[in-house]
């Protein structure tokens, strides 16, 4: 672990206790999120990812475990305390949790009138962050006047209203359309870039970590599956919960058993490079593909490539030394599919 990271998250367990049963939510979670970060936690449904960003501001407590905020154990807190530290993690939703009969600038205001700013202060504040957001000219909408992207827009301003290091990002994106997302996720970027704020992203989508994230934790049904830089894990995932998580559909490659398989993953190569189709002819034999995944981002090839290759192990082989050579990333399926 790293020196004084911004949140410490030290072996976090959180059970929830019913009538008839007891379900652990999160299993001896622990893990460190640096100053600056954007860091996305991601998980399939159920995972147990949004009790943990909840347990980060304490709004809902561990069983077990501490969280600690630049170094200030959470815990050890009172209810006072809390509320204070609060105004530091700021936190948007996937819903927006807008207030319906209060216009947008009111909507952005209503953080600072509950920690009792004057409202010729708060309506300054609220004006200047609708503008980062690019909505200056709606501030007298109301929310059901506004788009899902918005929506969200809107309530990115409310968070930051106060100033906050932090901001927690519960599935924020799911409910928008792709355009949508990607805007968001820009905005957050920049926010990010501009204002120094460490952001934690809660998604079940690897595209979006993908996009914006330096780092991820993978959970799967309440523990910590995987965790290190976006790169690293997409590149080799390491665990089943990791893998399953970069293919998104795991009965697509359940298909490729006994077959020559390679996954491919794309980072630095050049997007005008034709690599797949410059290798068939330099070795004058097809190969097929059974999943493509990739997008030009600023020049540059993003995403992944599953390839079934020829039953011939020395062109095999060939075919995989070509595509090392050209700085990709080559991982054999056979180990693990099916």
Do not use: W
């Amino acid at each position: 672990m790293e020196a004084n990271p911004i949140i410490r998250i030290c072996n976090v367990t959180k059970s929830f206790i019913g009538k008839d049963n007891t379900v652990e939510a999160l299993k001896g979670i622990t893990l460190d999120i640096q100053k600056g970060d954007i860091y996305g936690i991601i998980g399939m449904s159920g995972a147990g990812k949004s009790t943990l960003v909840r347990c980060l501001n304490f709004l809902e407590k561990p069983t077990a475990g501490t969280v600690m905020i630049e170094d200030r154990d959470l815990s050890q807190m009172s209810d006072r305390e809390l509320r204070k530290v609060r105004t530091e993690i700021a936190m948007i939703f996937q819903h927006f949790n807008l207030l319906m009969q209060r216009t947008v600038l009111d909507n952005v205001c209503f953080p600072l009138e509950i920690i009792g700013r004057k409202r010729a202060d708060a309506v300054a504040r609220a004006r200047e962050l609708l503008k980062i957001v690019g909505l200056d000219e709606k501030e007298k909408s109301y929310p059901a006047q506004l788009s899902g992207g918005q929506k969200q827009r809107v309530a990115i301003a409310r968070a930051l209203a106060t100033n906050p290091k932090i901001l927690l990002c519960d599935e924020a994106t799911s409910a928008l359309d792709p355009t949508t997302t990607k805007s968001i996720l820009k905005l957050l970027q920049e926010i990010n870039r501009q204002y120094g704020i460490t952001i934690v992203i809660i998604t079940h989508e690897m595209s979006v970590v993908e996009e914006i994230c330096s780092h991820v934790a993978i959970i799967d049904s309440g523990s910590l599956a995987e965790h290190g830089r976006v790169e690293d894990v997409f590149a080799r995932p390491k665990t089943a919960a990791a893998r399953k998580l970069v293919f998104m559909d795991h009965s697509r490659t359940e298909l490729m058993r006994g077959k020559r398989c390679v996954r491919i993953v794309f980072q630095e190569n050049s997007s005008f490079e034709p690599v797949i189709a410059n290798m068939v002819l330099d070795c004058k034999t097809p190969v097929n593909i059974l999943k493509a995944e990739t997008e030009d981002i600023g020049g540059i090839a993003h995403g992944q490539m599953i390839l079934q290759l020829p039953e011939d192990d020395a062109m095999a082989a060939r075919m995989i030394r070509y595509l090392e050579e050209r700085k990709l990333t080559v991982e054999e399926l056979n180990s693990y599919v099916g």
